[in-house]
C-alpha cells in the first residue's frame, strides 16, 4: 500500500477534517519563511491531534528549538529540510524518529545519500533555490541511481495528474507520497474532496 503523507497544515478544523481520512501522515510547518507557517496559538489543539502520525518539518532549525516542538506538538516524526549533518541526524534520532529530504536535479544528488544511517525514510523533493515548495515534479527515472536501504517519499508538484505515474513506480524502496500544494485552495488550507479523489484512484 502507498502511504499518503499531506503536508503543509495549518488550520486546526481543516486538519480535523483530513482526519476523516485515510491518510497516514500530516505534517506541520516550523519554518517560519513558509507560507504555511503554523500558528502557535492552536499549539494545544494541534498536540491532541490523534487521528494520523504527526510530522513537524523543520529547516537548519537548532536541535533544541526541534525537540521543544516535539514535546509541545507531540509530533511523532521531525522531517529535515535543510543542510543537516548526518551528525545532527543522528542526534535527533536519539530522541525521535528522522524523514531527510534530498533535493534532487541529477544522478550526482544521490551521492552522499548513504551518510544518513538514522532515518526512518528518506523524502526525495525537487531542488529549488528554496527549501521545497517548487510546485514541479523532477525526472522520476533519476531514482534508479538510488541503491540505498532506507525507504523513500517522493514529494514536489504531485497532483492528480501524478497518478499514473506513481502507479507505474517499480522501486523497491517506494514507499509514499508527499502531498501539499497541488490540493490546495490557499496555502495551508487542503482541498478536502481533492483528496478524497486522489486516494480513491491511487
Known amino acids: 500500500m502507498i502511504k499518503i503523507k499531506v503536508c503543509g497544515l495549518r488550520e486546526i478544523e481543516n486538519l480535523n ?16 519563511k513558509s507560507k504555511r507557517f503554523i500558528d502557535h496559538s492552536d499549539a494545544c489543539k494541534l498536540s491532541n491531534y490523534k487521528a494520523h502520525l504527526k510530522v513537524g518539518v523543520f529547516v537548519n532549525a537548532k536541535k533544541q528549538y526541534l525537540l521543544d516542538m516535539v514535546k509541545i506538538y507531540r509530533l511523532d516524526y521531525v522531517q529535515l529540510h535543510g ?3 548526518p551528525e545532527f541526524v543522528e542526534e535527533v534520532s536519539a530522541k525521535v524518529k528522522v524523514i531527510k529530504v534530498f533535493s534532487i536535479n541529477n544522478k550526482e ?58 502507479k507505474q513506480l517499480k522501486h523497491p524502496l517506494f514507499k509514499g507520497v508527499d502531498i501539499n500544494s497541488g490540493f490546495e485552495i490557499e496555502p495551508g488550507l487542503k482541498h478536502i474532496g481533492l483528496i478524497q479523489q486522489f486516494i480513491k484512484l491511487l
Do not use: R
Not at 477534517?17 to 517560519?32: A, D, I, M, P
Not at 525526472?139 to 501524478?162: E, K, P, Q, R, V
Open 17 to 32: 477534517e483530513v482526519g476523516n481520512l485515510n491518510v497516514h501522515f500530516v505534517g506541520l510547518n516550523f519554518y517560519h
Open 83 to 85: 543542510l543537516e549533518t
Open 109 to 166: 544528488d544521490f551521492q552522499n545519500i548513504d551518510h544518513y544511517k538514522h532515518c526512518e525514510y528518506f523524502l526525495f523533493d525537487t531542488k529549488t533555490p528554496l527549501y521545497g515548495g517548487s510546485g514541479k515534479m523532477f525526472d522520476w527515472s533519476l531514482l534508479d541511481n538510488y541503491h540505498g536501504d532506507t525507504d523513500f517519499f517522493l514529494a514536489g508538484g504531485i497532483t492528480m495528474d501524478s497518478i499514473e505515474a506513481i
